[in-house]
């Protein structure tokens, strides 16, 4: 069974410093890789996704992640943090299976805190 | 409205009582997704339809719980004497087309608090 590790429930960094949220990933097959993104009483909304093409994948606001199949790591970093990065962020692995469709298996989430 | 629409928002409902969650997807969207996150965890799946049929519902937990989406758009989910356990943010999502690496866009999501 596929499944998502996410080191650290709360990640504080100062506004400017470097962003960085770990996910490792448990997958039988070459998996497909999400990071989410939740704000406050809105729904989660997609930052990147990897599909087995390059490895660098770059989101929206200034987000990116490298995939790592030899560490099975997909972490997420932006290289200054804004205010308005603090939310509390996902990252997901979609279940392969015999379906064609995306079962997504999530992280426990990491909430990131901005401080001035 | 845009985006996936999911009513109501909050719903509090007494421990043995019968609700139904609504859903309204993306216009145009044949696949959808019903996932449940409790407090403090990563949303799970409970059941994916495509178009008006459920292609998977290993996700959901037991038989009180059930779903419908009978013209391929609005989807319900339904709880049947429902629990203290069954509080949880309810999230749906749609897709325009089923794919693992297909986009899923989730609406806000519905709080349902059993007391």
């Known amino acids: 069974a596929q499944s998502v590790t996410q080191l650290g429930s709360h990640v504080s960094v100062s506004e400017g410093a470097l962003v960085l949220l770990r996910c490792n990933y448990s997958?039988?097959?070459?998996?497909?890789l999400f990071w989410y993104v939740q704000y406050p009483n809105q729904g989660l909304q997609l930052l990147l996704k990897?599909?087995?093409?390059?490895?660098l994948v770059k989101g929206i606001n200034g987000f990116e992640a490298e995939f790592k199949k030899s560490e099975t790591s997909f972490h997420l970093t932006k290289p200054s943090a804004h205010m308005s990065d603090a939310a509390e962020y996902f990252c997901a692995v979609s279940d392969p299976g015999d379906t064609g469709f995306q079962k997504l298996v999530f992280g426990t989430g990491t909430r990131l805190l901005v401080s001035p | 409205g845009a985006g996936v629409s999911q009513t109501p928002s909050n719903k509090v409902t007494e421990k043995g009582k019968y609700v139904e969650l609504r859903c309204d997807p993306i216009s145009g969207h044949t696949a959808l997704y019903w996932y449940r996150q409790s407090l403090g965890q990563g949303p799970e799946f409970l059941i994916y339809?495509?178009?008006?049929?459920?292609?998977?519902d290993s996700g959901l937990p037991n038989d009180r719980f059930f779903a419908v989406r009978p013209e391929g758009s609005v989807s319900t989910l339904k709880i049947q004497r429902t629990e203290r356990g069954d509080s949880a943010v309810y999230l749906c999502a749609s897709s325009p087309r089923p794919g693992r690496s297909t986009e899923a866009f989730f609406g806000q999501g519905t709080r349902l608090t059993v007391v």
């Open positions: 997958s039988s097959v070459p998996p497909y």
């Open positions: 339809f495509q178009g008006t049929g459920a292609a998977d």
């Open positions: 990897y599909t087995s093409a390059a490895t």
